[in-house]
Structures are given as structure tokens and as C-alpha cells.
Nanobody
Framework: QVALLESGGDSVQAGGSLRLTCTAS??????MAWFRQAPGKERDGIAT???????VYAESTKGRFTVSRDNSKNTLYLQMNSLKPEDTAMYYC??????????????????RGQGTQVTVSS
């Protein structure tokens, strides 16, 4: 069992940037992912990154968001640039114990953090 803790959420203006951090309680040698959920909407996948650093992005954030990891620090990152009001959401990191990442669906990632709030104002 691994515990995940997100941080870095904040209120920013449109066009700004944020970097979210997810710290794991133990070694993270497996697939990690970021999700988000806006008020009144379903939870959407943002990106996955496997143990070798290979990434897959959802179309909605491709080009603006970058996922990375530092296994030596048990940490996952999400760099978000050119933020838009529609990026306002609770952001979650999640993990799967497989070496390769399954499809970017919440149900495939049983280890989950509590979330960090990102609010983007126009």
C-alpha cells in the first residue's frame, strides 16, 4: 500500500502556470497518473507516466501540461502552463502497481491522493 499526497494547488489568473507535486510514501517504481475533476463534472484523466518515463496525455491538456517523475524522491510532478478558467478543478495523483500504464481511467488506478485544488480566474 502506498499513500499519495498532492500539493501545489493555488488560485492563479488565466495564462499563468502552476506545478503540482505528488509525494509517495514509498518507492514508486510503477505507473503514475494525474486526474482532475471540475465541479459538477466527471473525473478526467490528464496523463500517465510509466516507470521508464514514457508518457501518455489526454487530448484536452496535450501541449500545455507536462508530467514528470523523480523516482529518487518518490515524487510525481505536473507542470501546467497557459492555464485557462476551464482548468479549474481538483487535481489528483494516482498510481497503479503495473510496470506499464493501463488506459487512463480512474478505475484503473487504485492508489489515490486526496487532491489539490486549482482555480484559474479570467
Amino acid at each position: 500500500q502506498v499513500a499519495l499526497l498532492e500539493s501545489g494547488g493555488d488560485s492563479v489568473q488565466a495564462g499563468g502556470s502552476l506545478r503540482l507535486t505528488c509525494t509517495a510514501s514509498s518507492d514508486i517504481w510503477f505507473c503514475m497518473a494525474w486526474f482532475r475533476q471540475a465541479p459538477g463534472k466527471e473525473r478526467d484523466g490528464i496523463a500517465t507516466i510509466d516507470s521508464n518515463g514514457r508518457t501518455v496525455y489526454a487530448e484536452s491538456t496535450k501541449g500545455r501540461f507536462t508530467v514528470s517523475r523523480d523516482n529518487s524522491k518518490n515524487t510525481l510532478y505536473l507542470q501546467m502552463n497557459s492555464l485557462k478558467p476551464e482548468d479549474t478543478a481538483m487535481y489528483y495523483c494516482a498510481a497503479n502497481s503495473d510496470w506499464e500504464c493501463p488506459p487512463l481511467q480512474w478505475s484503473n488506478y487504485p492508489y489515490r491522493g486526496q487532491g489539490t485544488q486549482v482555480t484559474v480566474s479570467s
